[in-house]
């Protein structure tokens, strides 16, 4: 049975529509088979799959999360000192924004 053959119901159950009315789209989504119906596009795959596509998401948006968005987004109050601390951070551990990032 192909991917599509196992995927394609399971679009169809979550979009609330009958399988013939499932279209299998040409591109996906970090990895993720994507299929339209009723006007909606889903990403489909078991949970491995999604955890994988989560984390490439995330990966992907991690320049958004610099000092000034990390600090406008936690509850801790501003300083400049703060910032400057962050920034030194986040320079000497780029890695470091993924474990912020993930708990903001």
């Known amino acids: 049975m192909t991917s599509e053959n196992i995927l394609k119901p399971v ?4 979009s609330g529509c009958d399988v013939e009315d499932v279209n299998e789209e040409r591109y996906d989504c970090y990895g993720l088979k994507v299929f339209s119906a009723n006007g909606e596009e889903y990403a489909i795959g078991n949970d491995e799959e999604a955890d994988e596509a989560v984390k490439e998401n995330i990966k992907n948006s991690l320049w958004a999360f610099n000092a000034n968005f990390i600090i406008d987004h936690s509850k801790v ?9 962050l920034r ?9 924004t993924i474990g912020i990032g993930l708990h903001i």
Do not use: F, H, T, W
């Not at 109050?77 to 601390?85: C, G, I, V």
């Not at 030194?88 to 470091?96: F, H, S, Y």
């Open 77 to 85: 109050k501003y300083s400049s000192e703060l910032e400057k601390s």
């Open 11 to 14: 679009a169809a159950k979550v």
């Open 88 to 96: 030194a951070c986040l320079k000497i551990q780029p890695d470091l």
